[in-house]
């Protein structure tokens, strides 16, 4: 069955980018689904950042579209994001997951990474 | 974007009890409206999509109802293994987003 693990620097300096990439494992990226970032303050709810195909086409949040890039690497079967300019407000679990193109479901995630910006 | 609002933020209830939550949509979502269930330091975990049907390998006890604005997710039977956060999301519009979440405790 397909899994996802993301890996990363689990610390960031404020001002700097947080790098995250997403490993696909049990399946194709190129399959039909769009491949999506979450992520969680601590003690908080969900925010959708974005997704991206294989086909390269993506979609951002728009409160962090001028900060976040999603991009995708068919070859070595990984998705990664990058989100810019951070602040201690980005500090959060920061999830992987895949979305059905029918119904918009996430139906496999990772385990997620938590990543704090911190000096 | 499409605010999401759940109710009650949090809630206790005894096994066997039912429990339901609500979630508002801040405009209206036709039947386009996801469940998940998230348990402590794990990631989310889909029940229900398209506001009714029910994720295969999901126990029946629960459900979802709603269209338009207002929606419902039900556990018929609360047992020990339900304690967790559980959120609404909709997909009618980008922005996806998510409600801010119900925590169910056993009393």
């Known amino acids: 069955q397909v899994q996802l693990q993301e890996s990363g620097p689990g610390l960031v300096k404020p001002s700097g980018t947080l790098s995250l990439t997403c490993a696909v494992s049990?399946?194709?990226?190129?399959?039909?689904?769009?491949w999506s970032w979450v992520r969680q303050p601590p003690g908080k709810g969900l925010e959708w950042i974005g997704e991206i195909y294989h086909s390269g086409s993506t979609n951002y949040n728009p409160s962090l579209k001028s900060r976040v890039t999603i991009s995708v690497d068919k070859s070595k079967n990984q998705f990664s994001l990058k989100l810019s300019s951070v602040t201690a407000a980005d500090t959060a679990v920061y999830y992987c997951a895949r979305k059905r193109t029918t119904y918009n479901t996430f139906d496999i995630w990772g385990q997620g990474t938590m990543v704090t910006v911190s000096s | 974007d499409i605010q999401m609002t759940q109710s009650p933020s949090s809630l206790s209830a005894s096994v066997g009890d039912r429990v339901t939550i609500t979630c508002q949509a801040s405009?209206?979502?036709?039947?386009?409206l996801n469940w998940y269930q998230q348990k402590p330091g794990k990631a989310p975990n889909l029940l229900i999509y398209d506001a009714s049907n029910l994720e295969t390998g999901v126990p029946s006890r629960f459900s979802g109802s709603g269209s338009g604005t207002d929606f419902t997710f039900t556990i018929s039977s609360l047992q020990p293994e339900d304690i967790a956060t559980y959120y609404c999301?909709?997909?009618?519009?980008?922005?996806?987003?998510f409600g801010g979440g119900t925590k169910v405790e056993i009393e």
């Open positions: 405009q209206d979502i036709s039947n386009y």
């Open positions: 049990g399946g194709s990226i190129s399959s039909s689904y769009w």
């Open positions: 999301q909709q997909y009618n519009n980008l922005p996806l987003t």
